[in-house]
């Protein structure tokens, strides 16, 4: 079935450094994916998206290509800051039969970033 | 403004005592959801609805039932509580269910604690 494979946490970065979480999915179809982030105490919110191919989503300075030869969405920003620590979760939402608009998450990556 | 809310944010209760979630979301959206978010497992759906009185299971509904008798409300029930249903229950809602294009927008959390 569909499902997401996201890397494993926590990450600590010092501010201004380079961030990358890596994601792959397995599929059927073309889903559309998603990177949802959770600040401390929130629910979850959407951070950006891309819903085919080569697609680029953007947002905050986040960005992630949608690669389907190498099924991979991973999160990169160029220089994180303080207020970027948070929970990211790697979804996708299945486009066919009983995976239709259902989001399948991956288990999270817990970003710290310190001063 | 356009909220997904649920009440109660923190619950404690004791093992087969019968309490109700209620979420309730104000942008007229047709699909709802409720998840559940444990350490290490990431979000994973309880139950669905992609309309007024359209319900289906999830990946995890042992335990839980819904309703959706009204398009704004979908109210999560747990007849008789077990331990194992202690975790973090995310109720989430997207503008029309079958697009795997749509972003889901997430409630604040409720916090369950079963005793």
């Known amino acids: 079935g569909d499902s997401v494979t996201q890397m494993e946490g926590p990450v600590t970065l010092s501010e201004e450094a380079f961030l990358t979480i890596n994601c792959t999915y397995t599929a059927t179809g073309y889903p559309s994916l998603f990177w949802y982030v959770q600040y401390p105490g929130e629910g979850l919110q959407l951070l950006l998206k891309a819903t085919k191919a080569d697609d680029k989503g953007s947002n905050k300075g986040f960005e992630a290509t949608y690669r389907k030869e190498t099924t991979s969405f991973h999160l990169e920003k160029g220089s994180v800051q303080v207020s970027d620590s948070a929970v990211y979760f790697c979804a996708l939402s299945g486009n066919r039969g009983s995976t239709l608009g259902r989001l399948y998450f991956g288990r999270g990556t817990q970003l710290t970033v310190w001063p | 403004e356009a909220q997904v809310t649920q009440n109660p944010r923190y619950l404690i209760t004791v093992t087969g005592k019968k309490l109700t979630v209620t979420c309730s979301q104000n942008?007229?959206?047709?699909?709802m959801s409720w998840y559940r978010q444990d350490p290490g497992l990431g979000l994973r759906q309880i139950y669905y609805s992609m309309n007024v009185e359209v319900t289906d299971k999830g990946d995890v509904p042992e335990g839980y039932k819904v309703s959706r008798k009204e398009k704004r409300n979908f109210p999560l029930i747990l007849e008789s509580p077990s331990p194992n249903q202690t975790s973090l229950y995310f109720c989430?809602?997207?503008?029309?269910?079958?697009?795997?294009?749509?972003?889901?927008?997430f409630g604040p959390g409720t916090r369950l604690t079963v005793l």
């Open positions: 989430a809602s997207s503008l029309v269910g079958f697009l795997s294009t749509d972003t889901q927008y």
């Open positions: 942008m007229n959206h047709e699909y």
